[in-house]
C-alpha cells in the first residue's frame, strides 16, 4: 500500500457562514498561492476539531462528531468537478488507517470548490472545515 | 508473476508522490527538540534553532515525526516533553529561505499514533530550518516552556 509524500502543502478552510442549511454549498476561502496554473493537486486531507482544534486563522474546525453530515466538491481550471461530494469523513486520514487521500493530478479551482451540509445537527454558525491540500509545482522537484 | 501498476500510480511513484508506507524512512533521522520561549503566546510563532545539516542545501526531509509523552516521557537533556492533549492547538510551518510557507502540518497529523503507526512522508528539497516554526492557535497554550520533540528523517545531499 502506498501512501503520499508531501512535497508542499496548503491548510484551507470553507466557513459555514450567515445560517447552516442542509444542501448549501459554503465556498473555500481564496489562498493566492494555490491560484498559479503551475500548481497541480494530488491529495487532500481533512481535520476535525480533534485534529485540529482551531485553524492558523484562528476560526474553530468542526467537532469529530459531526464530519458524517459533510461532503465536499473540488473543481478544476475547466470547471469540472473533478472530486464531487465526497464524504469528508473519508478524507480524515486518522480514521482511515492513517493513509492520505490520492487523486489524479489536476490544477485547482478553488474558489468554485465547495462543502455541503447533509445534516445541520452539530454544526455551528462560522465554524469551518479545515483541509490541508498536498501540491507540487510543475517543473520543481 | 509480474506486478502490474496501473499508470497513475506509476507517475506517482516516479514523480516522488508517493511511496509504499513501509518503505524506508530516511538515512538518517534527527531528534529535534523545540522549547517555546518563555513568554510565547498563542498565535505566535516559535522558531527551530539553526540546524544546517536539516537545510535544503544539505539535506531532502524524508519524513517528520511528533514524538509525544507515551513514546517518550523525557526529552534526552530530562525535561518532560509537552501533552499531547495541546497537538490540536498547534501546526508546523515549514519555510524556505524567502520565508515562503512550503508546508503547513497539523502537530497530529504528524503523530503515528494516531495515524495508525504510519509516518508522513515528506520530500522537503528547499527549507530552511531556522526559518521553520510551530505556531499553536488557541488559547489553551499557556507559556508551558515545555519541549515539543520532533523525529526528522532525512537524505544528506552529496557535495562536490
Redesign the interface.
Known amino acids: 500500500m502506498n501512501n503520499l509524500i508531501i512535497k508542499r502543502s496548503q491548510l484551507i478552510e470553507a466557513q459555514f457562514t450567515g445560517s447552516v442549511a442542509t444542501g448549501k454549498k459554503y465556498p473555500f476561502t481564496q489562498v493566492p498561492n494555490l491560484s498559479r496554473n503551475n500548481i497541480i493537486i494530488y491529495g487532500f486531507e481533512a481535520f476535525s476539531a480533534t485534529q485540529l482544534a482551531v485553524t492558523p486563522s484562528n476560526n474553530t474546525v468542526v467537532a469529530a462528531s459531526a464530519i458524517d453530515q459533510l461532503v465536499i466538491t473540488f473543481v478544476d481550471d475547466k470547471n469540472v468537478e473533478r472530486v464531487y461530494q465526497i464524504p469528508y469523513y473519508t478524507l480524515v486520514s486518522s480514521l482511515n488507517g492513517g493513509f492520505i487521500k490520492m487523486v489524479k493530478p489536476f490544477i485547482l479551482n478553488l474558489t468554485r470548490c465547495y462543502v455541503q451540509i447533509t445534516s445541520t445537527t452539530g454544526i455551528n454558525v462560522d465554524e469551518v472545515a479545515s483541509l490541508n491540500i498536498y501540491y507540487s509545482i510543475i517543473g520543481e522537484d | 508473476m509480474p506486478r502490474i501498476i496501473s499508470p497513475?500510480?506509476n507517475?506517482?511513484?516516479a514523480?516522488?508522490?508517493?511511496?509504499?508506507?513501509t518503505d524506508v524512512q530516511g538515512e538518517m533521522s534527527a531528534l529535534v527538540r523545540l522549547t517555546p520561549p518563555t513568554l510565547a503566546g498563542y498565535?505566535e510563532p516559535m522558531y527551530f534553532d539553526s540546524q544546517t545539516m536539516l537545510d535544503g542545501e544539505n539535506a531532502t526531509i524524508t519524513g517528520i515525526e511528533l514524538v509525544n509523552q507515551t513514546e517518550l516521557s523525557h526529552s534526552p537533556n530530562g525535561e518532560v516533553t509537552m501533552d499531547s492533549v495541546l497537538f490540536?492547538?498547534g501546526?508546523l510551518f515549514i519555510s524556505d529561505i524567502k520565508n515562503q510557507?512550503?508546508?503547513?502540518?497539523?502537530l497530529?497529523?504528524l503523530q503515528r499514533t494516531?495515524?495508525?503507526?504510519?509516518l508522513?512522508?515528506?520530500?522537503?528539497?528547499t527549507q530552511l530550518w531556522a526559518n521553520c516554526y510551530v505556531?499553536f492557535?488557541?488559547a489553551p497554550f499557556s507559556s508551558p516552556t515545555i519541549p515539543l520533540l520532533f523525529n526528522v528523517y532525512y537524505i544528506p545531499k552529496q557535495k562536490n
Not at chain 2, 514523480?15 to 508506507?21: E, I, L, P, Q
Not at chain 2, 510557507?101 to 497539523?106: K, N, S, V
Open positions: 497513475i500510480l507517475y506517482f511513484l514523480n516522488d508522490m508517493a511511496k509504499d508506507y498565535q490540536p492547538y501546526v510557507i512550503i508546508a503547513e502540518l497539523p497530529t497529523s494516531t495515524n495508525n503507526g504510519k508522513l512522508f515528506t520530500n522537503f528539497n505556531e492557535t488557541q
